[in-house]
């Protein structure tokens, strides 16, 4: 199946390829989001060191290749490379847990698994809102290997197929807060449009998960870290990857995002005026906890793993 699932991502290298040999690295908006901060939460960002919209791009590249890592393994050094370059540090369990439980607005303490298998990184990044200067540190989780507790396998499920038979459905996506959003490529896919046949057949089907994470801490630029950045926003996105088998294998992959995930930066800086302007009861926890699917002829609930033990 490994050698099989390399044909998922042949068009995704030259993804990668074209985005290192092209990307100008400079100068776009500060995320890469379908949704628009409003009008009295005006952000501005500098792109002088690196932007934050190249950056979650090769994360997302990033789980696509580690859904078959060993294979990929080459490919996702290439971009961890890139994410260096582009100002990306790794961190330690230590610093990470340290700078989880160092906040000081009261939230729900967080101990976070002492696992290898997650590889954390720190990213800042200075940022205008509303006529003050903050520096975000954008602190992320993505597995280090396939032994990771942010991979999944889901089971295989077999069945006999007509060309309306439903083989992929994403539903019922379970958040801390907000609402969790699906790509619509894994929403009610059936055998005619996965293999474009009229015809049916028996089909195997499995699939499998990469989780990733996301924290970010806010604070005025300038200040030292300790007793001034809050925990502004956390987030999850879960990429999905599902292979079926007629005789001919098909891949479909997509992803699932916890509300803001793709905003983080305006949610995360509202939150800081916020706090600062007398409220600490804000949300700052959206990420995903569970899913139900349907894979084939099978049907079930995914709890979304996370590097914690608690929050």
């Known amino acids: 199946m490994k050698k099989s699932r390399l044909k998922m991502i042949v068009s995704l290298f030259l993804a990668v390829s074209t985005f290192f040999s092209m990307t100008a690295f400079a100068g776009s908006d500060l995320d890469a989001a379908d949704e628009s901060p409003k009008e009295d939460t005006v952000v501005t960002t500098d792109t002088d060191i690196y932007t934050l919209t190249d950056i979650d791009e090769l994360y997302k590249i990033r789980s696509e290749l580690a859904l078959d890592f060993d294979n990929n393994i080459d490919k996702i050094s290439e971009v961890d490379k890139r994410l260096e370059e582009l100002g990306v540090e790794e961190i330690s369990y230590k610093e990470v847990y340290e700078k989880v439980n160092g906040t000081s607005i009261g939230l ?47 089971a295989n499920r077999n069945c006999s197929a007509s060309a309306n038979t439903v083989l992929l459905n994403i539903s019922n996506i379970k958040s801390a807060n907000g609402t969790a959003t699906c790509d619509s490529k894994l929403i009610n896919r059936k055998y005619s449009d996965i293999f474009g046949s009229t015809t049916g057949s028996n089909v195997q089907g499995s699939a499998d998960i990469i989780v990733e994470y996301l924290y970010v801490f806010v604070k005025y630029s300038g200040d030292l870290d300790t007793g001034n950045q809050i925990k502004a926003y956390v987030g999850s996105r879960v990429q999905f990857g599902g292979y079926f088998n007629n005789g001919s294998l098909v891949t479909l992959s997509g992803n699932m995002y916890s509300e803001g995930y793709n905003s983080y930066a305006s949610i995360a800086c509202k939150n800081f005026f916020d706090y600062k302007n007398g409220n600490s009861n804000f949300n700052c926890n959206y990420m995903i906890s569970n899913f139900q699917y349907q894979l084939c002829s099978g049907n079930g609930i995914c709890s979304v793993p996370y590097p914690l033990s608690g929050y």
């Open 108 to 154: 729900s303490r967080v101990a976070i698994n002492s696992s290898s298998t997650v590889k954390w990184t720190s990213t800042r990044q200075t940022t205008g809102y509303n006529g003050k200067t903050y520096e975000m540190q954008i602190i992320r989780g993505v597995p280090a290997s396939l032994e990771s507790e942010l991979y999944v396998k889901l």
